[in-house]
Nanobody, 123 residues
Framework: QVQLVESGGGLVQAGGSVRLSCAAS????????MGWFRQAPGKERDFVAT???????YYADSVKGRFTISRDSAKNTVYLQMNSLKPEDTAVYFC?????????????????WGQGIQVTVSS
């Protein structure tokens, strides 16, 4: 059974930092791209960042320079380090595993999802 479990969210002040973790099981996740998405109330689920084989990464423009995605293949865990947080970063953040082993930017390219975790940035 494939499972993705996020942790590390919570309430943080603007300008602060949070690190999200996504523990994966049931699949050799290092073979596939892993991604983070977020969804604010009343909005669609948006791409945030992805990492794929070779340690390649790609970010949404809105988080570039502030967020960093990384993975520990030995622990089957993906991280999202979020710095210089802004109130507009407030959302439920989802970890996902792609069907692809290369760049994957859209939700249909991901077949497994975590349950999501709330990150709230206060002004």
């Amino acid at each position: 059974q494939v499972q993705l479990v996020e942790s590390g969210g919570g309430l943080v002040q603007a300008g602060g930092s949070v690190r999200l973790s996504c523990a994966a099981s049931g699949r050799t996740f290092s073979r596939y791209a892993m991604g983070w998405f977020r969804q604010a109330p009343g909005k669609e689920r948006d791409f945030v960042a992805t990492i794929w084989s070779g340690g390649h990464t790609y970010y949404a423009d809105s988080v570039k320079g502030r967020f960093t995605i990384s993975r520990d293949s030995a622990k089957n865990t993906v991280y999202l380090q979020m710095n210089s947080l802004k109130p507009e970063d407030t959302a439920v953040y989802f970890c996902a595993s792609s069907v692809l082993s290369t760049l994957a930017l859209s939700t249909p390219q991901y077949d497994y999802w975590g349950q999501g975790i709330q990150v709230t940035v206060s002004s």
